[in-house]
């Protein structure tokens, strides 16, 4: 039975199954974002050094810590781990209790994030410590916002700069800005009291709208990490886009209606990026990335999660399996 955590009648087998897809797919989502906002800066760090010196240390440090934040900080405190109870018990989330990738290895993989970047932390002088964490990450964002201060324009061309050479993305389809109103679209209202609060202090939000017949990636942040943030999780479900093109519109909305709930992000981000690392280490050489992410998304949800429990479990072969796929 598929546990929906407000107890309505569980979707038909073959929609619930579309929902693992996307599931899995925003997991590669969240973590190909965080892994770009933890390590992307350097890309344009002649532009960023340039508009002001010091910057691009900065950037490093607010986004190790940022992202520190999601498995140590207030994030990890208030929505737990990818298993109940903090990550201490053996049960996953009720989300992700039917899906294979996330009921066995969603917990470790969060935990293998938080033990990379303590690791990356330390290097940068940064605490480590829940709580203590927290009060470090606020004061590093204050001075980042004073930082940026008159930067707005420049800062956003650099963003998009950034996005458009990591991707190979013409620039022309990214639509970005710097806004302390970030939100846009049509934002699903969340299910709990946790997450409606939790809502309210969004500061990046990226997607996928259609313009006049093809689709554009939007992306709005207060500040510029969470801006090449929100631009790559944008262009990374603009490619993933591919995989969900033949569902018919009653279940593509039922899909994402139920997969894309902002309470599954934070576990998403726990522990996506440690998933990205594995899948780019077996990634074929010869590709680009792109069509690699393009050819997974195209799979049937039972291969797709076949497919990446076998990155986990059998990286050798996924990597065989990975380029045959890609040719």
Not at 232 to 242: A, N, T
Request: aromatic share 8%.
């Amino acid at each position: 039975m598929w546990p929906f955590p407000d107890n309505r009648a569980p979707p038909p087998f073959a929609v619930a199954q579309q929902i693992n897809k996307r599931l899995t797919l925003n997991l590669l989502i969240q973590g190909a974002a965080a892994h770009t906002f933890v390590s992307a800066s350097h890309v344009v760090e002649a532009e960023l050094e340039q508009l002001r010196p010091g910057l691009t240390q900065l950037y490093n440090r607010v986004a190790i810590s940022g992202q520190l934040n999601y498995c140590i900080g207030e994030n990890a405190l208030m929505f737990g781990r990818p298993n109940r109870w903090w990550g201490f018990s053996p049960v996953p989330q009720t989300p992700f209790r039917q899906h294979r990738l996330l009921a066995r290895y969603g917990n470790s993989l969060a935990r293998e994030e938080t033990r990379h970047l303590r690791q990356r932390a330390r290097g940068k002088g940064l605490c480590t410590w829940p709580l203590f964490h927290w009060f470090q990450f606020m004061g590093l964002m204050a001075k980042v916002t004073w930082q940026e201060k008159g930067l707005a324009l420049p800062l956003t061309r650099i963003a998009v700069t950034a996005a458009s050479r990591i991707w190979d993305i013409p620039e022309q389809r990214l639509d970005a800005a710097l806004t302390m109103q970030p939100a846009f679209g049509h934002l699903q209202r969340p299910r709990t009291r946790l997450g409606r609060m939790c809502r309210q202090g969004v500061i990046g939000y990226g997607g996928v709208e259609r313009r006049e017949g093809r689709f554009v990636v939007m992306a709005r942040a207060w500040v510029f990490p969470i801006l090449l943030h929100e631009l790559v999780k944008g262009i990374v479900e603009l490619i993933c886009l591919h995989g969900l093109g033949d569902l018919d519109e009653s279940v593509y909305r039922a899909v994402t209606e139920e997969a894309d709930q902002l309470e599954y992000e934070a576990w998403l981000l726990q522990a996506g990026p440690a998933m990205w690392r594995r899948l780019l280490a077996v990634a074929p050489r010869g590709q680009s990335l792109a069509h690699t992410v393009m050819s997974i998304a195209q799979l049937q949800p039972q291969r797709l999660e076949d497919l990446m429990l076998m990155v986990i479990e059998q990286p050798q072969q996924a990597a065989v399996a990975l380029t045959k796929l890609g040719g």
